[in-house]
């Protein structure tokens, strides 16, 4: 599952959520601690990992 970073634009809290991409459409993020909605996703790295050898 993808991890999303965000980062609150009122309280400047930054938190992680872990969700499926087909959830990430459809919800309102809240920060965690001033339940603020006003939250900006944060740009960041990923890493990918196959099973199959080269």
């Not at 969700?19 to 944060?42: A, I, L």
Request: glycine residues 2%; contains cysteine.
């Amino acid at each position: 599952m993808p991890t999303y970073e965000f980062k609150c634009e009122k309280c400047s809290k930054k938190f992680t959520l872990i969700m499926p991409v087909s959830e990430y459409g459809k919800k309102s993020f809240r920060c965690p601690k001033c339940k603020s909605t006003k939250v900006k996703q944060q740009i960041t790295s990923f890493q990918v990992t196959t099973s199959k050898k080269s």
